[in-house]
Each structure stands twice: as C-alpha cells, then as structure tokens.
C-alpha cells in the first residue's frame, strides 16, 4: 500500500510544551480511528439491519467488526452494485443471545475505537422523524423498541395505547450503552399532563388505571442533543407479580475485580428479614457467601457470628461493582455479656477500596489517567483477637431515602485465598498545564512506533509476589514485551511496537498477567479499559471510562511513526553494581516543533533514574543508568524510556499541518543482570 507524502506530530508525554493556551491549541494524540455511533444502536434476534455510522479519522474503511461472531456485516450497496459511504447491513443470528456487544471498525489508521451494539429479542424501529412536541409523538407499540437521537433543547414524544390493569416497563437505555445522555423519563396521560417522573434510573414500573392512551416524555437531564445524545427505548409488557428484567450494561472499569477466581454463580445462603436491630441480627457461620440487598430507605441489615481467637478472616462485599447505585459500608463488633448487660465493642470498620494507583485528583483527569480501578465496594481483613461473638452490620452510604429491592449485595467471608486481577489503558499524557483530554486510545500503530499501555493489578487477601504479563497473538510484524509488576507494586507497563514495514493486520490478543501463587502456577486475564466517548476536554464534560470485550491489535499500514528510537542491541549483560551506558538510535521521518526531547525511565526498580534529554535532529544518542543506586536482582529486567515532542501532521493532503503532542516512546531494553562472579 503506497504511503503519502506526510508531515507527522509526535507523542507527548513529559516534555514541557508551553503556556496552558498554547497546548490547547494542540492536539494532544496523534489521530486514532473511532467509531463514535450506530443508528440504530442495536436490532432483533435473527433479523438483519441497516445502520448508519459516524466515525473519527475513518479513511477507506474496511469492514465492521463485532465481538460475537453471530454478528456480521457487509457494506450497503447503491443501485450501480457501489458501497454507500457509512451504511452497513448487519445481519443477527437467531441464536446470538440478547445482550451488548461491541462494534468496530477497521481503516487506514488501524482499528477503532468500540461502540456498543445492543441485541435484544423485541422489535425495533427508528425514530426518522421530528417528534417533539405532543402532536408530532411517534407511535411506539408495547413490546417494542425505538432507537433516536436527542434534539438539543427539546423533548421526545411516544404514544401508545394500555388497558386498565396492565402493567408496563418503560425503559431508556443511554448511558449503559455508551451514550452521554442522562435521560430523564416522564410518563403522561392522553393529554401529556405527567403521571410519574424518573431523574435517575432511566426505568418507570407502571400498572394503568384505565384504557387510554398514554405517553411517554423524554428529554437529556440538561437539555443537551445531538451527536453521542443517542438512547435506546424499550416498553414491554410484565406480568402483575413477574420481577423487573436485569438490563444489560457496559462495566465500569471497577468491575475488573470481581467476581473472585471460583466464586460459585450463586451464593450460598440468602439475607433473611427482618434483621435491622441487634435483637433481629441473622445468624451465620464461617466462612459464608451470601446475598442480600438494600431493598428499604436506611436499611441496616446485621449479621452475628462466633469466632475463635487467632483466626483471620477477609471480608468482600461487591454491590457497586454489580452495576448498583450503593456505596457499602460495614462495621464489625465484638459482643461481651457481664451482668446481663451487653456491650458492643468495634473491632474494625471497613469502607472504600482504594484504587491500585493514584488517579487524576480532580476525579477526571489533568494530572492523572481518568480511570479509577478502585470502588465504593469492600476488601478488608478481620482479625480474631479473643473467642466470642462477633456482630457484623451493613449499610448503604447513598441509601437514606431509597426503596429499590434491585440494590443487591454480595458478601464473601473467606480465609485468605490470594489472587490479583488486571486492567490496563493507554498510557496517560502528563502536560505542563494538565491533561484535559480524555481519549479513547484502540491499539492502532503506526510502522516504527511502539506504544505503551498501562496495568494496574488488584491484589487479593494479601498476595504481594511480582507479576509478569504478556500480550500474544499479535499482527504480522508486532512484539509486545511487558514491564513486570514487581513485588507488592500494583503498575506495570505493556509496550507494543509495529516493525516499520509491518504490512496492515488485525488480531484479537490474548493479554495476560502471570504469577507463582502458593507454589502454583497462575494466568489471570488483564481487561483493557477506554473512555466510552473521546473527550477533548474533560474539564467541560466528565469521562465515563469502562471495560472493553476484547483486546484488538493492529497495524494500519498507512502511516508510520514520526520517529523510532531504538537501543542499539536489545541486550546488555551487567553485573548489577556498574554504571550502564545504552547507546540509543534515531530514525526521523517528521519534522518537530522543538529539537530537545526529555526522557524518563519506565520499568519495575528503575523509575527513579534521572530525566535525560536526547536531541530529536541527531542520528544517536545515550542513557546512563547507574546500577549501583538500583542494586537490581539478578536476572532480566526490561524497562524504557518516554518522553514527549510536538510534531506537525498532516491528516489530509487538503489540510495544513497541526502541531500534536503525543507520548514519545523506546523500544524494550533488556538488562541482564548476573552474579559479579560471573561477569
């Protein structure tokens, strides 16, 4: 495939890159592929389809892709046999379960970003027309599902018939499928007066008085339309005593924690009522795996136990990691009987788990990736100190005014079964004046760059051993060489390089992290992570990033990187006390705003070795690594170094060159340390 004459924009990660407003003239991220929406979002079981996409640095697509291959597509053609620009057939098995499902695409640039496909067993249809106001409402039949795209500053209108007696579910599906919109739900009667208003939920329940027409409002929380402001509503027909249906949803990335390895589907025992005073405490014994739930306004659901001194037991509570709106909270507490009098003395109290690595202070990003791993859920560890009784209590933070027997909890009392889990993102820009952006970043390369993707680990009951990942089934022309997670650290560092003559390729990897537990051998899987929508400035709008379905690889065999930097050889041999100097190779192929580009060291042990700058124009350059300061073990140890430059690019030959700031990074380098004897 011919490469265009270019002028390229490089990574930027560290280097100074000016005033607060002349990095927002920038762009921060060399251009990636995204695939921004679908309409319709979704279609029947065993039916086919025909969507429209918009996209974001899309040239010459090449076919959707779907996570379940009961999905396929094929280009919509015009009447000359043509490919229509953006349209697509998608065709749904019959035995493709309902669900979510992710949809990209593939281009010049690589492959995209996700959106959500929704497949659910109802039919569908497509708002096509306007229908704000009461007169103009589209007719929406019960048992059925209307995909639409919010109007800015306006409502929707639906209208359908009900009989007296029946009950409804009227459901808005938005942010659970990737939408920015927060819908508010209104149902009204004939004459659009409100019956019942849902802010939160985005779910009405409601049983009708008499047969009549009714509609249903719905409008974004602030008013807010357009692109990306697109929803799925479904109203359905339920039996008078049949339970709400649980819908599906994309999962928050402080879902990668659970549930634990070998945790049964379903747990062992059930919270039984009444139980909210110490007289009603339910009685269990340990271990336990139980369910409950936050079902009343304030509830406080207690549980007693005997327990024998010495023991150490771990409690894990998952509620918010289940999709519900609850922050748990639990407090354990000795009880002593004397005189007939009891007393309750606290033993511990346990709360939030702290995410693995610090993210952005502002909770979006600036100063830190906008992926939190930690939770509102609970982690904690119980230590016996005398025989007794032991009374457990359980509450919800956010649960004084609320009635919704849907806010579930699960609570595992164990002993220790150590464990980890993993995620992993792009790797975040840190900019003089902040990062503001909040980007979805596919695993798309460029020929010659190498990039890098963050891993956070979860550690479970008290594992603390080192960490080694791997990334497997890649392109034709790509590596990928992980950065342990050494012991007791919870980050570690992916890098993945494209040869510079990597021919265009797709994969779905295997990304996996692997340690020595109790002797044994382990594989967990590490889930990647990504904004739900690209946000250029997240001080103006907040990211809501979430977990992906698969772990796609590609090259696009279009473009190639502005510069590779790479270690002269891949291996240096060192007895571990010497100072390392690792002559470094430039090959430039863009021309950059600046000619000074500052390093600094990733790798397990070797993040404190002093910034450093290379010159961008020179064909050669070196580190220096002190391993004395280090004391490095022997064996392996692959680290690099990144560093960030402003580059001009040109997306399209009709455009003048934008200065982009990217992150600049090495190829892996391997320092094999031995014995100073054997030196």
């Known amino acids: 495939m011919p490469r265009p004459k270019l002028l390229w924009l490089l990574p930027l990660c560290l280097a100074a890159l000016g005033s607060a407003g002349e990095a927002l003239a920038q762009r921060v991220c060399l251009p990636l592929p995204r695939l921004l929406s679908t309409m319709p979002m979704g279609g029947q079981v065993g039916t086919e389809v025909e969507i429209t996409i918009a996209t974001e640095y899309v040239n010459e697509p090449q076919g959707l892709y779907f996570s379940h291959p009961g999905i396929t597509s094929a280009p919509k053609l015009d009447a000359e046999g043509k490919p229509v ?24 640039l690589g492959i995209s ?54 009950r409804c579910l009227i459901h808005c599906a938005s942010r ?23 802010r939160r939920g985005g779910v009405i329940d409601y049983t009708f008085p008499e047969d009549d027409s009714y509609v249903i409002k719905v409008h974004e929380l602030t008013f807010k339309g357009g692109a990306g402001y697109f929803y799925r509503l479904s109203l359905r027909e339920l039996q008078p005593d049949e339970p709400r249906p649980l819908f599906p949803s994309t999962r928050d990335v402080a879902t990668f924690s659970w549930p634990p390895v070998g945790l049964d589907a379903a747990a062992a025992m059930t919270e039984a009522e009444p139980n909210q005073i110490a007289a009603e405490a339910q009685t269990i014994s340990l271990p336990c795996d139980l369910s409950g739930s936050f079902a009343t306004a304030a509830d406080v659901d207690m549980f007693q136990f005997r327990a024998t001194k010495g023991d150490v037991w771990w ?19 000795q009880i002593k009987v004397e005189g007939g009098t009891e007393t309750a003395v606290d033993v ?22 906008a992926f939190d791993g930690g939770s509102p859920d609970i982690l904690g560890k119980l230590e016996i100190k005398e025989d007794g009784l032991y009374r457990l209590q359980m509450t919800d933070l956010f649960g004084g005014t609320r009635v919704d027997p849907a806010n579930v909890y699960r609570m595992v009392i164990r002993k220790a079964q150590p464990d980890f889990a993993l995620a992993a993102w792009g790797l975040h820009m840190e900019l003089r004046n902040g ?26 009951d008290g594992f603390d051993g080192p960490i080694e990942l791997t990334l497997e089934g890649l392109p034709d022309g790509v590596t990928a060489q992980g950065l342990r997670l050494g012991p007791g650290s919870n980050r570690g560092i992916m890098l993945v390089t494209a040869h510079q003559d990597a021919p265009q390729g797709l994969t779905f990897a295997s990304f996996q992290g692997h340690a020595e537990i109790a002797g044994e051998k382990v594989s967990r899987p590490c889930q990647m992570a990504a904004p739900a929508w690209p946000i250029a400035d997240s001080w103006g709008e907040i990211p809501h990033p979430r977990l992906e379905a698969e772990v796609p690889v590609s090259v696009g065999g279009f473009e190639v990187a502005p510069i590779t930097i790479a270690p002269s050889q891949p291996v240096f041999e060192v007895t571990g006390t010497e100072t390392l100097t690792i002559p470094l190779v430039h090959q430039l192929r863009g021309e950059f705003s600046g000619s000074v580009l500052q390093l600094s060291t990733l790798g397990h042990g070797f993040q404190g070795n002093p910034r450093f700058d290379v010159t961008l124009t020179d064909e050669k350059s070196q580190a220096v690594i002190d391993l004395a300061k280090f004391k490095p073990a022997p064996g392996d140890h692959v680290i690099a170094f990144y560093g960030s430059a402003v580059v001009k690019h040109r997306y399209a030959a009709d455009q003048p060159p934008q200065d982009t700031a990217e992150i600049i990074l090495t190829q892996p380098i391997t320092i094999r340390v031995q014995p100073a004897e054997s030196k």
């Open 348 to 369: 511990v109290e346990m709360t939030d788990i702290a995410s693995p690595v610090k993210p952005s202070s502002n909770g979006y990003a600036y100063d830190g990736p």
């Open 176 to 198: 659970t499928i990737d939408s920015k919109l927060d819908a508010v739900l209104v149902l009204a009667d004939s004459k659009g007066r409100d019956l019942v208003a849902e």
């Open 113 to 166: 970003s996700s959106r959500v496909f929704s497949v659910d067993q109802l039919p569908e249809l497509t708002q096509s027309s306007p229908n704000t106001t009461l007169e103009t409402a589209l007719e929406l039949p019960v048992g059925s599902i209307c995909n639409s795209q919010m109007t800015d500053r306006q409502m929707d209108h639906y209208r359908f018939q009900a009989r007296k007696g029946q």
């Open 435 to 460: 990062d503001r952006n909040a980007l979805t970043k596919p695993i798309a390369l460029r020929g010659g760059g190498t990039i890098a993707l963050e891993v956070v680990a979860f550690r479970r």
């Open 85 to 108: 620009a953006n349209r697509y057939t998608v065709a749904i098995k019959p035995d493709v379960p309902p669900g979510i499902y992710e949809a990209r695409i593939m281009s010049q």
């Open 315 to 333: 409690i894990e509570v998952a509620s918010a990691r289940l999709g519900r709106p609850t922050n748990p909270s639990l407090l354990v507490q």
